[in-house]
């Protein structure tokens, strides 16, 4: 019976988890910082929507946020950033 219980709570859990990452998703955008940013990469290669993309601004390359429309704002690239070059904003 506990198992049941186990199952059915879990399920739960991951519904509402994932309501709130899809209401999140629809107010929040990550942001870069480019000072802060190294050009490493991290985010880009974390970042499973392929929002992120490599630039290149004349004296040295940086992350920007090429295709906001897939971003989910997960958190996913600031948790691997290391320099805090990355943030989450509202949108708009």
């Given amino acids: 019976m506990t198992k049941y219980i186990?199952?059915?709570s879990s399920l739960l859990l991951i519904i509402v988890?994932?309501?709130f990452r899809n209401k999140r998703a629809k107010s929040k955008i990550i942001s870069v910082i480019n000072e802060n940013c190294t050009g490493c990469q991290r985010c880009m290669k974390k970042c499973r929507y392929?929002?992120?993309e490599m630039t290149d601004n004349g004296n040295s390359k940086c992350v920007v946020l090429r295709y906001p429309e897939k971003?989910?704002?997960c958190r996913d690239c600031i948790q691997v950033c290391k320099f805090n070059a990355l943030e989450l904003v509202n949108r708009k």
């Fill in 50 to 52: 392929k929002a992120l």
């Fill in 17 to 19: 988890l994932s309501y």
């Fill in 71 to 73: 971003c989910t704002a």
């Fill in 6 to 8: 186990i199952i059915a």
